[in-house]
């Protein structure tokens, strides 16, 4: 197994700061070892992609790390990551952010939330379009949530090699995130992966999240 790029880390980290976009390294697959190695370096926030995964790793490591769960999350699973997920990416349903903010409440706090958008021509991205999205969040001023925020919207570019189709898609992505901002929450636009992030960087984004860059290939 190829070990975790300290100094790639130290690059991208540095490069990101100056730009002040925030990064979750996506550890998905990877040991606890390695996001250590990471922490040890500085960094908090780390992204996975399933619940069990996650629940598990978070028992090995240190309590200040922030977790983001950036997977397509089931109901079912909310009340195992709401006592402590500092961020959830991918809501796409006003049912699944229902469940999150009673989740929520019975743990006594209020879980941070991103709209995941479909912005990718395939088929199998999960998210919402530009007309679900703004009924989301009529329905969600009707039925206001306390226990939960929605701080802003999360998208996944088409895995292709055509850097033009990445850069349209991250520039709609942006200026849906702009026509969308209803109050000061709303402030992260989570866009830009290992393979896109510096694109993502110049069409608006204020998070990526990179993993293979950081940890070797999957
Ligand atoms: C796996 C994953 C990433 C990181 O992908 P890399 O190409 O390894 O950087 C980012 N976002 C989501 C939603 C992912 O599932």
Redesign the pocket.
Known sequence: MVPVNKETYQLISEELKQKNVSL?A?S?TKPAEEIHTLYELGQRDF?E?YVQELAEKRSLLPEDIRWHF??HLQSNKVKIIAPFVHLI??VDSFKLLAEINKQAEKNNRVIDCLLQMHIAVEETKFGLNEKELKELLQQLSAQPMKNIRVVGL?G?SSLTDDTSKVRSEFNALKLLFDRSKMNDDFKILSMG???D?QLAIEEGSTMV???????G??
């Open positions: 979750v996506v998905k992204g992609n950036i997977g990416h991918g999360m996944i992966m290992s393979s992030y999240r990179i993993g293979s860059l950081l940890f290939m999957r």
